[in-house]
Nanobody, 120 residues
Framework: QVQVVESGGGLVQAGGSLRLSCALSGNMASIVEHAWHRESPGKMREQVANLLKPSLTTNYLDSVKGRFTISGDHAKSKVYLQMDSLRPEDTGVYYC?????????????WGQGTQVTVYS
């Protein structure tokens, strides 16, 4: 199994930056995908970025392209979401997800979420 814990959220002025961290534990070798999702007020949870293993291909929500960067540090068992040029519409609870293989099945591990609030 894999466990994830997010950190790094906070209150930031529009135009500012934040870096979210996702600490991973458990069977790291079983992870095939890392992703960050967000749940904004009045909206359904959406995926903002993902990173596929082993290709390290990344994908981004159109509205965050060029502003957000997902990356991983294997040695530290962490995944990051660098968020620059933040906008008020980026406000929401951000969740880390790790897709891993458990008992022969693709399984999601979610964190508890970290709040990001961007004010104008």
């Amino acid at each position: 199994q894999v466990q994830v814990v997010e950190s790094g959220g906070g209150l930031v002025q529009a135009g500012g930056s934040l870096r979210l961290s996702c600490a991973l534990s458990g069977n790291m070798a079983s992870i095939v995908e890392h992703a960050w999702h967000r749940e904004s007020p009045g909206k359904m949870r959406e995926q903002v970025a993902n990173l596929l293993k082993p290709s390290l291909t990344t994908n981004y929500l159109d509205s965050v392209k060029g502003r957000f960067t997902i990356s991983g540090d294997h040695a530290k068992s962490k995944v990051y979401l660098q968020m620059d040029s933040l906008r008020p519409e980026d406000t929401g609870v951000y969740y880390c997800r790790a897709v891993h293989i458990f008992n022969g099945r693709y399984t999601d591990a979610w964190g508890q979420g970290t709040q990001v609030t961007v004010y104008s």
